[in-house]
């Protein structure tokens, strides 16, 4: 099924592009306009992310409502620099990322994205997938991870992530050669229907869902 939860599909040849959006303002006002444009999934921050207008369980369940998917960041802080990614931070995202899911009921098995919104050296970051990966939210839900070509291959090559999503910023490091493998690619940012928007594309696995019926990590996600 489009935008199923599936292991690492870099190498699987799929050349059918989804088209989706990140936004880190509510769409559900805007659903019914993206999906006759042609969106099939939103990315939105989850919350208790400390964003100002994260994904809540109404608009998970409207963007579901409406044919489309949701896909989950974690962006808490600004990891844009090497200071972010110590191993508390690793423990304290990890633990609110699983409180987040269950809020908007998140199916077991999805992934979410952990943000490097930089240039990393994967050095850096290892360690803090790596904790990610051991912790207890790996435990019900997938370690994806967005950032550029480089790092999201060095933890791939590692085993710490299920989905990668390439970063718009094409002059990072890792760029070309992660270009035809990542499971999202994001694209520019524009302006669609009132909201900022930045434009994606999927290679048919960016770990879509639709929330379930019952609250926290209760049933497995789609196949």
């Given at each position: 099924?489009?935008?199923?939860?599936?292991?690492?599909?870099?190498?699987?040849?799929?050349?059918?592009?989804?088209?989706?959006i990140?936004?880190?303002?509510?769409?559900?006002?805007?659903?019914?306009?993206?999906?006759?444009?042609?969106?099939?999934?939103?990315?939105?921050?989850?919350?208790?992310?400390?964003?100002?207008?994260?994904?809540?369980?109404?608009?998970?369940?409207?963007?579901?409502?409406?044919?489309?998917?949701?896909?989950?960041?974690?962006?808490?802080?600004?990891?844009t620099?090497?200071?972010?990614f110590?191993d508390?931070?690793?423990?304290?995202?990890?633990?609110?990322?699983?409180?987040?899911?269950?809020?908007?009921?998140?199916?077991?098995?999805?992934?979410?994205?952990?943000?490097?919104?930089?240039?990393?050296?994967?050095?850096?970051?290892?360690?803090?997938?790596?904790?990610?990966?051991?912790?207890?939210?790996?435990?019900?839900?997938?370690?994806?991870?967005?950032?550029?070509?480089?790092?999201?291959?060095?933890?791939?090559?590692?085993?710490?992530?299920?989905?990668?999503?390439?970063?718009?910023?094409?002059?990072?490091?890792?760029?070309?050669?992660?270009?035809?493998?990542?499971?999202?690619?994001?694209?520019?940012?524009?302006?669609?229907?009132?909201?900022d928007?930045?434009?994606?594309?999927?290679?048919?696995?960016?770990?879509?869902?639709?929330?379930?019926?019952?609250?926290?990590?209760?049933?497995?996600?789609?196949?």
């Open positions: 099924m489009l935008l199923s939860c599936r292991r690492c599909s870099w190498l699987a040849g799929e050349t059918e592009m989804a088209k989706g990140d936004c880190d303002s509510s769409v559900f006002d805007s659903c019914g306009d993206l999906k006759a444009a042609g969106i099939e999934f939103v990315c939105r921050y989850l919350p208790r992310s400390g964003k100002i207008d994260p994904l809540s369980l109404p608009e998970a369940s409207h963007i579901a409502a409406m044919g489309m998917y949701n896909v989950s960041i974690w962006e808490s802080g600004n990891p620099h090497d200071s972010y110590t508390l931070c690793a423990q304290l995202d990890s633990e609110a990322a699983l409180l987040a899911c269950g809020e908007v009921r998140q199916p077991v098995g999805t992934p979410v994205y952990f943000c490097v919104d930089y240039d990393a050296d994967p050095a850096v970051v290892l360690p803090y997938f790596k904790i990610l990966h051991e912790s207890a939210f790996h435990e019900s839900y997938a370690v994806a991870a967005y950032g550029s070509g480089r790092v999201l291959q060095a933890l791939g090559l590692a085993g710490y992530v299920s989905h990668v999503w390439l970063s718009q910023s094409t002059g990072f490091p890792g760029y070309k050669e992660m270009a035809g493998r990542a499971d999202i690619i994001q694209g520019p940012g524009t302006t669609m229907f009132g909201l928007v930045d434009l994606d594309e999927s290679n048919g696995s960016a770990g879509g869902w639709v929330p379930t019926r019952s609250l926290g990590p209760a049933t497995p996600g789609m196949e």
